[in-house]
C-alpha cells in the first residue's frame, strides 16, 4: 500500500499522452476493460462535461488511468442521468498498492462536489474481473446489467 500524499489526478494533455495511453492492465485482465486509447476517443466523441479522463500519478511516475462520466443519459432516452467511474486501467506491475482505491475514492470526492449521492460502476462478472475490488469498497450490484456487465452502486451519502 502506498500513500496518498504523493499520488495526484492529471489531466491527459499533450504533455503526459504518452503515459497515458502506455498504462496497460495484466494480460488476463485485458477483456475486461478496454484499452487507454479506446478511453480517449471515447472522451472526445461524448459532449463536453460528460467523459473525465484522468492519469493517475504517484509522485512523478505514471501508475494508472481513470474515467468517470458525470450525468450521463444513462438509458440515452433523457429518463436517467447518472454519474459514475467508466474506466479504471491501473498498470500490471502498479496493481494492490491502493491506486485503484485512490481513483475511486478521487471520483467519488468529484461527484460529491458537483453535487451527486450516488456513484455507479460497471463490471464483467468472473474470476479475473474486478468484482471483489469494487464490492469490497462497499459497492453493491443494483439488479441491472449494462450489456454483459454488472451495473454496482455506491451510495455517498
Do not use: C
Request: a negative charge.
Amino acid at each position: 500500500m502506498t500513500t496518498t500524499s504523493a499520488l495526484r489526478l492529471e489531466e491527459v494533455t499533450p504533455r503526459n499522452f504518452e503515459a497515458a495511453t502506455g498504462i496497460k492492465v495484466r494480460p488476463e485482465q485485458e477483456r475486461a476493460v478496454a484499452p487507454v486509447m479506446k478511453s480517449l476517443a471515447e472522451a472526445y466523441v461524448h459532449p463536453a462535461g460528460v467523459a473525465w479522463p484522468r492519469l493517475i500519478v504517484d509522485g512523478d511516475r505514471p501508475v494508472g488511468f481513470l474515467m468517470a462520466f458525470f450525468d450521463i443519459d444513462w438509458r440515452e432516452d433523457g429518463t436517467l442521468f447518472r454519474s459514475g467511474l467508466w474506466r479504471l486501467n491501473i498498470a500490471a506491475g502498479e496493481q494492490g498498492r491502493g491506486y485503484g482505491r485512490f481513483a475511486v475514492e478521487s471520483v467519488a470526492a468529484e461527484i460529491r462536489r458537483r453535487g451527486g449521492q450516488e456513484l455507479y460502476v460497471t463490471w464483467h462478472p468472473g474470476p479475473d474481473g474486478p468484482e471483489n475490488f469494487y464490492l469490497g469498497l462497499g459497492f453493491r450490484p443494483n439488479g441491472e446489467t449494462s450489456g454483459d456487465q454488472t451495473v454496482g452502486v455506491l451510495k455517498l451519502s
